[in-house]
């Protein structure tokens, strides 16, 4: 039987997985809302199918209407990429009992991986350090607050099924947890479909460092190091880079073992990412794990020289990992800045409308990751990103140089972008030290705001 893969995403990753699939000599089939109509991604794949409305409940999240693509198409495997139905088990489950391959994990370990509550209690029996918190679901918010005071404020409500920043609140105060826990639980469920929360000890001045995992179906599971992720506003991450500016050797490789370890306790396949909390005194902690594909995996992918994408499909399709713990080492550094349609001045406002031309710096260790084009219309219904921008060099100082560069050069007109506020903060000096943390953009903010009043 030949291959074929339905994507079953938009934007920037399903022009991603396209591309890889093509290389694999894998065809590829697009599904598409009517906002999406002239998106690239609808325009590179062998075949495209129209799902549904403009809203994602009635296009990209449609279930039956992605299963019916993928069946009418004759695809024989789908890949999520990342959010809509990508860490949804019943989607999955459903997946699956069509005998149709999801390119990635399967849905009893997401269900018991992706559920933020399971994943800790998890880790906790496997020796992973976790953040003091609730040992699972809060069902309301009476329980929150005596755990709260069990393990001290200020502490963090996290919707279980969670990602990409949403479902989260902090609370320093029984009244602010009081406020904060219903409208908390209305965010998850517009978000996610459920309204489930845990409550977990909220660190201060943390790095988000996470460890981007494989694993295959004969037991080979290895960990590519780590991706710092603290340049992140609103819980939503910003910029990313690999390796972390403040990990050293011995950290890297603890941290490295524990995503391991907890991968292996649970038979892990295909592409992950354990996400840690690191304190300013070197402790770590497991938060979380995202079964997919991540935004800014591009630059694991610079720094290993191993393509994660196409290692998706081939362990999807049966193969081993082409790789062991001790062929991948960290040949440089990269950076990855997230370019949105949004208007940093105007408290970071989506901006949709039409791109009238488009210029998209290059040159030897720039990539570009993205699906607009000039006369392309963003559309307002979706998630603002417009491209990833990925530099690669020797090291770090290097990486922040050519970053600069290809910010000067990069050219959306028609709309509002953040191009110029990225551009700022690759000239912060907290930045360029490498000292930032996960509060870093709150003051950075405070400081633009100054500049732009003065």
Known sequence: MKNKILIANRGEIAVRIIRAAKELGIETVAVYSLADKDALHVKLADEAVCIGKEKSKESYLNMNAVLSAAVATGCNAIH????????NAKFVEMVESIQIKFIGPNSKTIEMIGDKASARTIAKANGVPVVEGSDGIIEDVHEAIKIAKKIGYPVMIK??????????SIARSDDELMSAFERTQLEALSSFGDKSLYIEKFIESPKHIEIQVMGDAFGNVVHLFERDCSTQRRNQKMIEEAPSPVLNDILRKKIGQSAVKLAKAINYENAGTMEFLVDPKGNYYFIEMNTRIQVEHPVTEWITGIDLVKEQIKVAYG??????????????????????AEDPSKGFIPTPGKIQNVLFPGGNGVRVDTHIYPGYSVPPFYDSMLAKLIVFAPNRKEAIKKMRVALEQFVVEGIQTNIEYQYLIMHDLEFIKGQYDTGFIAKFNARYEAKRNE
């Open 80 to 87: 999520p990429g990342y959010g809509f139905l990508s860490e």
């Open 319 to 340: 193969k081993e990992l082409s790789f062991k713990q001790k062929d991948i080492q960290i040949l440089g550094h990269a950076i990855e800045c997230r370019i949105n």
């Open 159 to 168: 919707a279980t099924s969670g990602g990409g920043g949403k479902g989260i």
